[in-house]
């Protein structure tokens, strides 16, 4: 009973117009090679965390092959929000319709507390790290500010289920928190106060994959990437 990471599956299952195969040989047929590396990683009896950029569906409704190909993978599935995750909404009715169509074995994940296999689970999608220059506007900033907010709320709530911080603490979050370039952030202070013993991330793809911190930000907390490419789309065991 392991707990696994693998970020940004961008399935088009719903939406075939668009398949990542156009970003280059590194996505030729990634659909089928998650499958097969899921199916030869994970067991039934295992978790796999998915930090975002999970369907390109635009709403919930239309991305029913997607959840349906998910389901159909071993193990349990928690999912927590990206950037191109447009179809997101309300938790209770992201549930509802899932139950709707009788795929049992995903729940997902913001700012609540999410316990599985002795660990405490919580998250939220994050943003890009504030940086000078033009490129970064008003609207980042403002969107940054709120995910600083929903990262103390999600702390907050694993304090709520395990004020004695007894149980292994796991961070879901799409954007990195820590990059080479910018090691440590509001988001990393927060995060790693917040006594998370394991932060997983994704968004970083192709050439951007030069700027993941592995080194981490010398703290106890350990910052991983799972995205799908970085991973050569296999599931990485992380508890």
Known sequence: ???????????????????????????????????????????????????GDISWATYIENAREDFEFINSLPGRKLLSRGNHDYWWTTISKMEKILSSWDLEKMSFVRTNAVECEGCLITGTRG??????????????????????????????????????????????????PTIKDIKQSELTKIIEEGGIDICVYGHLHGMAHRF??????????????????????????IC
């Open 1 to 51: 009973m392991s707990i696994y990471a693998l970020a940004d599956l961008h399935l088009s299952l719903s939406n075939p117009d668009k398949s990542m195969d156009v970003f280059g040989t590194g996505w030729e047929g990634y659909i089928d090679r998650i499958r097969k590396a899921w199916e030869e990683t994970v067991g039934e009896d295992d978790t796999v965390l998915i930090s």
């Open 127 to 176: 943003w890009g790290l504030p940086k000078s220059g033009s490129d970064y506007t008003e609207e980042d900033k403002r969107i940054f500010a709120r995910e600083v907010e929903r990262t103390k709320l999600a702390i907050k709530e694993l304090d709520k289920a395990d004020p004695e911080r007894t149980k292994k603490r796991i961070f879901m979050i799409h954007y990195p």
């Open 212 to 237: 993941v911190n592995e080194e981490g930000t010398g703290s106890d907390t350990r910052y991983i990437c799972s995205s799908s490419d970085y991973l050569n789309f296999t599931p990485l065991k």
